[in-house]
């Protein structure tokens, strides 16, 4: 069965960190572009990070440079969001994201999502 399986969200207090993890489970992670995605509540979903399936372009949203940092762990077939200094409107719903085009085919896959609160 291919899915994705995110962990790692929870209640942290402003400034504080949280490790979000993106587990692919059926395929490998390699071979996709992976993002996380955010949505808080009565907001649209935004992205927030992603990263090629070479590494060789990561993005940020403006709101979190400096803060969060995506990477990839091939061997656990993982891609990771690392939250850093977190403040109360990066509070929302994280979801990740893989998607590979092969020619006109398109292998689009998301996670259920993890909470993530950020709250003194």
């Known amino acids: 069965q291919v899915q994705l399986v995110e962990s790692g969200g929870g209640l942290v207090q402003p400034g504080g960190s949280l490790r979000l993890s993106c587990a692919g489970s059926?395929?490998?992670?390699?071979?996709?572009?992976v993002g996380w995605f955010r949505q808080a509540p009565g907001k649209d979903r935004e992205g927030v990070a992603c990263?090629?399936?070479?590494?060789?372009?990561?993005y940020y949203t403006d709101s979190v440079k400096g803060r969060f940092t995506i990477s990839r762990d091939n061997a656990k077939n993982t891609v990771s969001l690392q939250m850093n200094t977190l403040k109360p409107e990066d509070t929302a719903v994280y979801y990740c994201?893989?998607?590979?085009?092969?020619?006109?085919?398109?292998?689009?896959?998301w996670g259920q999502g993890t909470q993530v609160t950020v709250s003194s």
């Open positions: 990263i090629s399936s070479t590494e060789g372009s990561i």
């Open positions: 994201n893989a998607i590979l085009r092969v020619g006109i085919d398109e292998y689009d896959y």
């Open positions: 059926g395929f490998t992670l390699d071979y996709y572009a």
